[in-house]
């Protein structure tokens, strides 16, 4: 079976596993939320990768830089869902702590995409 060169990615790959993570965690938010917030969470996250994989199958790098440049804005809003979840106290802090590190990380591979993608287009 192929495999695609999105697939190869450490970026794609980290931002896949934070998906797993987030459907974990918003399965414990209360079923109010289902439409809102769970619902939010999920869409952003998957976002991430999403954008990730589309751009690599763009044949101009600044078209692929687009990708990672809307990646890299889903996943900031994964952070502002996750801190919003923490203010209505569904998620504790050291959970959102846990997630801001994973993030920060992601944000920096990100940008590293983004920022090479934008040197070849030149």
């Not at 794609?12 to 289902?34: A, C, D, G, N």
């Not at 044949?59 to 692929?64: G, H, L, T, V």
Request: proline share 2%.
């Amino acid at each position: 079976m192929k495999t695609f060169s999105f697939e190869k990615l450490e970026v794609w790959q980290l931002s896949r596993k934070l998906v797993l993570e987030i459907y974990k965690t918003t399965s414990f938010l209360p079923k109010e939320e289902l439409y809102a917030l769970t619902s939010q969470l999920r869409r952003a996250a998957i976002s991430v990768s999403s954008n990730i994989a589309e751009g690599s199958s763009r044949k101009s790098p600044k078209d692929q830089a687009r990708f990672s440049e809307i990646a890299y804005s889903s996943l900031i809003e994964v952070l502002n869902q996750l801190i919003i979840a923490n203010d209505l106290l569904y998620i504790q802090e050291e959970e959102l702590n846990d997630y801001r590190l994973k993030i920060d990380a992601l944000l920096h591979k990100i940008n590293a995409l983004y920022n090479s993608q934008l040197k070849r287009s030149k």
